[in-house]
């Protein structure tokens, strides 16, 4: 009972420093704002403007932002706004999914190749060949073998960024595996199991966390390229890319089919790359010493 209530005091402190720091971040600050603004429009948004996204009305069709239209229609008469905000809830949906499997399947082979040394050669190589092909690339490369889905979508890009992933907890783990504690908790006999779920991979969070902030950005960019080029979500789903992809055909008679989801892409990009740069100067130690 004396070492909780001597212990909880400091790491209560600690918990309040970095937050203070975290409201303290501009970066962080308007990113946070940004990435929240988003994802407050697509989970409240279709309950607001319950207009069906794939609702056809002809006499409507090319109609421009206006009071009754906020983000004009197309040119079959569908709402912008609704299949915007539909849209939305795929292409996050597709970053969540990336960036789960990028925690699951990156911090394992990361902890594997960091901290056995003689899987280190193998694991590297291969994260090594697939970093080789450029991002978009090698994705699109995937979900042409695999076929146009959204699922397809979600296995392209995993593929492409688990290996970054992986290489920067390897990072972490190469370094923090050498340190006083964790070859004490050798030494007492833990096993390896422990030693990386208890020891090792929770002072690797720092940099996991903003890796995968950045892995949600891209994902969610290079999911709207695939889409873009019917690799992705089918044309039936109103995804970002494929209303950027519809509305090309008619940029000249209607620069709002192209511009307002390219516009919630640019907003949704900006917002978590911001964030991504405020949380590492938040959680890096070396920045902390800077700033202490």
Request: proline share 6%; aromatic share 8%; glycine share 8%.
């Amino acid at each position: 009972m004396t070492d909780i209530v001597a212990t909880a005091p400091p790491r209560f402190a600690r918990t309040r420093a970095t937050l203070r720091r975290m409201f303290a971040n501009r970066s962080f600050m308007l990113g946070a704002i940004l990435f929240g603004f988003i994802c407050l429009a697509t989970l409240f948004g279709p309950m607001l403007i319950p207009t069906d996204p794939n609702a056809l009305s002809i006499r409507n069709r090319f109609q421009p932002p206006s009071l009754t239209f906020l983000l004009g229609t197309d040119n079959l008469g569908r709402d912008m706004l609704a299949r915007v905000l539909y849209g939305a809830r795929l292409s996050l949906a597709i970053g969540l999914a990336v960036i789960l499997l990028n925690a699951l399947f990156g911090v394992l082979l990361g902890a594997l190749a960091g901290y056995y040394r003689r899987l280190d050669n193998i694991l590297m190589r291969i994260a090594d060949a697939l970093m080789a092909f450029p991002a978009v690339l090698l994705a699109i490369g995937i979900a042409a073998a695999l076929g146009p889905s959204a699922m397809t979508a979600v296995i392209a890009l995993s593929v492409v960024y688990i290996p970054r992933t992986a290489r920067v907890v390897r990072a972490s783990i190469l370094v923090v595996r050498e340190l006083d504690y964790v070859q004490a908790a050798r030494a007492a006999g833990a096993t390896d199991l422990r030693i990386l779920w208890k020891h090792i991979l929770p002072n690797c969070m720092a940099p996991l966390i903003v890796q995968l902030s950045f892995v949600f950005a891209y994902a969610i960019l290079s999911e709207a390229v695939l889409s873009f080029l019917g690799l992705g979500a089918p044309p039936t789903v109103p995804s970002w890319g494929v209303l950027i992809s519809e509305g090309r055909t008619y940029m000249r008679e209607a620069t709002w089919l192209t511009l307002v989801p390219g516009i919630a892409i640019a907003i949704t990009v900006l917002g978590l790359n911001l964030l991504g740069d405020g949380l590492r100067d938040v959680l890096d130690p070396r920045m902390k010493v800077e700033q202490g």
